[in-house]
């Protein structure tokens, strides 16, 4: 309705009803519910009269907009000074995670208060105060120029002219209605026909987050045109990077502020004349930094005949369910791993758009699906293809993405520790691979990623964590009360990407242990020098230390990587453990039946 702000002439008598006012009809009534034209109820406004008005049978003659603005006491600003700020409760709040509709309240439904029941309920920052334009009702929306949109809701009170059943400008059911819930919409004038007089609504707010200058935007809304209304017109929705708002009129106060698209936006393709729910829809490209939401009808020296209805000078159209959504795309390019599955698919699924995936030579990718996301595993590189249909037929799209398949297998395992000392005294062995680490298959998750084979003189064996490192291992138990045990074990690991690695270790001659040798290490947390010495062991198993056994000793960090190494012949040797990091370490020292492991901690 209209909120250019004309002047009440003194003989406009309210309580009985009858205006001096030439040309216009104000028929006299008790509770003053009439059905009033445009013009008329903004005179009403104007003067801060609150009317629940009804919808009755139209007036017999048409009234005319009364002059507007005079009276208010408003001054010419700058253009500067017009572009007023969105009021803090107002302002769009970020949402956690990324961004998918970017508009906020774009279905209308969430409120500030319930609606009172009068229209005018869309707030106007910076008009005066006490005036009907500061009732706020609806949340994050609020009008773009000085004019009086108007909010609608299911829980207004019954036969008001804000409830959709009884709207001033003819019954409506709200699009996408739920019995029991709030169902909200709003409501503009966006073409007004009367002489010297240029006049049209819109409503704005700030999105939820800017625009993007390089990606394209599907926008969507719902528009009907109203019962009453005489003209139809477009409708479009636009993007800035400034806020639009301004409230100022023209030097003779008979115009509010008329807006025309900046091309970041979608236009209606004619004239929306239905009264039934119609989607305005269409793709546009971002502008950097666009921000501010405006939406009314771009086009105001544009409009169409429909009929002879109540309001005979202007058009009317109900709006709901606005969306705004970033184009999704295929995603990539990325690589990953032999074996390794990915999602394809980046961004929002548009509601009510399918989506086609297919790459050569791959079958039974999804078509038609109202799913964006794929997860597939490829075995080599593969470009996906992802075809967009927009509902409306607001257009195909068409993205591509290329996963590109890592199937390097430059991998070792380097050896296998046997982490028990004088192992041929123990009944069970753990035997520990050294690889260079990396994420195993999950096929294989009940072993850690490890198969093994083993023979000869073994009673159990099976896959575990190592009590002494920590690390995984593979467990035997060889045959004991023999005088001789000899056996074989290979040791296979799995990695995700669907490369392996083996080592093959080979068991004693158990009469070797009679005269096998041992080493210590010392001191043990080390900071320095961590010095390894061989030690003989005897029939009675008394030790002696030998001074020209060669010894060989490897130290291998956490994640199975060699840091330190050395060999000597007199012994013994000693390896500088000054640089490396606080942290455990294996020790492997020795070879063949003599090799022996040791955890050894580094602590500085």
Known sequence: MSFLRPLIPPSFDLVAGKSAISNHLFPSTSKMNVFFTHSLRTALLSAGICLNIQAQQPLSKPLTRLAPGVGLGLQNRTSEENVLEIKPQTKAVLRSGAVCNYVINGNFDSQNTIPSGFFGNIYINGYPANQPGLRDELSNWQSTNLTSPDYFASNAPANSSTNPASSFVGRYTPFNYVAGAINGGIGLFTYEAAPNTSYAEYVTQQLAEPLDGNEYYYASMQVRSAPYAQYATHIGLDVTVLNPIDITTNANYTSARLYTPSGCGIQSGGFISSEQWTRVSGVFKGITGAQYLNVGNFQPSSYQYIKNAVYNQEAYQYIDDIQIYKLPKAGGPLTIQCGTPVTLGEGCAIPDATYTWSAPGVSGLPTNSQTLQLTVTPTVTTIYTLTINLPNNAGTYVSSGTVTVDCNCD?????????????????????????????????????????????????????????????????????????????????TYHYANGCTVSYYESGWDASYCQGQRTYTATPNPASSQLTIEAEAATKSNSLQRSSDEIVEAQLYNSFGKLVKQGRSSSGSLSLDVHDLPDGIYHLRSGSGKNTSSKTIEVRH
């Open 411 to 491: 991998r070792q395992m380097y050896a296998i520790d046997i982490e028990n000392d004088y192992y041929c005294d123990q009944q069970v062995l753990y035997y520990v691979p050294v690889f260079d680490p990396g994420p195993y298959d999950p096929a294989y998750a009940n072993t850690l990623g490890f198969t093994f084979v083993s023979s000869g003189d073994i009673v159990t064996n099976y896959v575990t964590i190592s009590p002494i490192s920590g690390r995984p291992c593979v467990v035997i138990a060889p045959l004991q009360g023999r005088p001789t045990i000899n056996f074989g074990i290979e040791i």
